[in-house]
């Protein structure tokens, strides 16, 4: 079967072998990651003929038998020699319990490069960094760009790969399917959410009530864009039915971020320069499975949509993000990398004086020279006399532009 290269993450992990580091590559499941592990194991056999390679993928039967972090190191021991150049890649290291031991101690002995992959959040964040602390580098692995999903379905760029773009989202699976097949497309989405839901969150947490939890997550699905906190979920949910405490609301949102299925975003005081600590808006790591949660109706939530998908451009590009706040409104995104700041307005349409005005008006009360951007669906792009240095984009346009 052939691989179709992702070489925006595989220019990054090449680039950060070889360095005394671990690198982690991290994402929900189907994703990717698996088949980067791939692309990286034919890039090394390609371009380090002399290296030894030992590759374990503990979905495969094959690997069984590794179910302790014992059988780890003693299996990379007996496969890969004490010198030379060696690559060791785990697929699924998680499902391994221990396995940071493992990893220490084979980093520790400086006897293999270690590149691994894994489908939980806090695994590696919590438990890992304080274990393995400054002896590893995480690299996210994110759904399909728009110019990735054009490629992985053989699609021109148009305002129709758009629209399916925004239906189906960006799982690389899909294509194996006819993503012109509504069915089809839920089908696989609805495998791949169950999966995830089941394995990474109500199994791995011990999840009680799976009717709450199912709930929830589409609660949350149906609200993106929305500063929520913990108190107005409850609230909702009891006006449902649900009786449930703003802790246990809080757990559960905690084990679905964990999973990577869904990402808290903070805001960020743009004045003042600081973070809040309360009232977070949520979005999904991948749109398509949002979707599947809210019967694929673009057109009662297109603009959530569209925020969903900004979002994920930028992360796509190595932004840190952010939701900006104003004394006297909002901006959608802050978006930093490095010594880098971008602002980005996002709205359906401009076509009303008074959506105009309070887009373009509330990037332009920022009193800074960074890069500020008012993403749409307009097919028409350009800047306004009226509001200069404000660069507005049709959402093709953005998805296409390398911030």
């Not at 697929?91 to 940071?100: A, K, L, N, R, Y």
Request: contains cysteine.
């Amino acid at each position: 079967m052939d691989i179709i290269n992702r070489t925006l993450y595989l220019d990054k992990i090449i680039a950060r072998l070889d360095k005394k580091m671990m690198l982690i590559l991290v994402g929900q499941r189907r994703v990717g990651k698996s088949y980067m592990l791939k692309q990286l194991n034919q890039w090394l056999k390609d371009n380090r003929p002399k290296a030894h390679i030992l590759y374990i993928d503990k979905e495969l039967q094959a690997f069984r038998s590794l179910v302790s972090a014992e059988d780890l190191y003693d299996y990379t021991v007996a496969h890969l020699p004490q010198s030379g150049r060696n690559y060791l890649l785990i697929d699924e290291v998680q499902d391994i319990p221990d396995f940071e031991n493992a990893l220490r101690s084979l980093h520790a002995e400086n006897r293999c490069q270690i590149i691994a992959t894994g489908s939980n959040a806090y695994i590696f964040s919590t438990e890992l960094s304080t274990r393995l602390s400054g002896r590893f580098l995480e690299i996210p692995i994110h759904s399909l760009s728009y110019e990735e999903f054009l490629t992985f379905h053989h699609l021109e760029d148009s305002d129709d790969s758009l629209r399916h773009y925004l239906r189906v989202g960006g799982l690389p699976g899909l294509c194996h399917f006819d993503i012109f097949d509504e069915s089809q497309t839920r089908d696989y989405l609805q495998g791949v959410y169950n999966t995830v839901m089941m394995r990474d969150v109500i199994a791995r947490e011990e999840i009680r009530n799976v009717a709450f939890m199912e709930n929830l997550t589409a609660f949350l699905a149906d609200n993106i864009g929305k500063l929520i906190s913990m108190r107005n979920i409850t609230n909702t949910m009891k006006s449902q039915g649900e009786k449930f405490s703003d802790s246990l609301t809080a757990a559960y949102i905690k084990h679905l971020c964990g999973a990577l299925i869904l990402s808290p975003v903070q805001r960020y005081d743009i004045h003042g320069k600081r973070l809040f600590e309360q009232n977070y808006k949520y979005y999904f790591a991948d749109h398509g499975v949002r979707n599947l949660l809210c019967g694929f109706n673009l057109r009662s939530s297109i603009e959530k949509v569209m925020e969903n998908v900004v979002w994920h451009h930028l992360l796509t590009q190595g932004f840190k993000v952010w939701v900006g706040s104003l004394r006297q409104g909002e901006i959608d995104f802050v978006a930093t990398r490095g010594g880098k700041t971008l602002y980005v307005q996002c709205t359906y349409l401009l076509a009303a004086d008074e959506t105009i005005k309070r887009e373009f008006g509330n990037l332009k009360a920022i009193r800074d020279n960074f890069p500020k951007y008012v993403v749409s669906m307009d097919p028409v792009s350009g800047d306004l006399p009226q509001y200069p240095g404000i660069q507005h984009l049709s959402l093709r346009s953005f998805l296409k532009t390398k911030l």
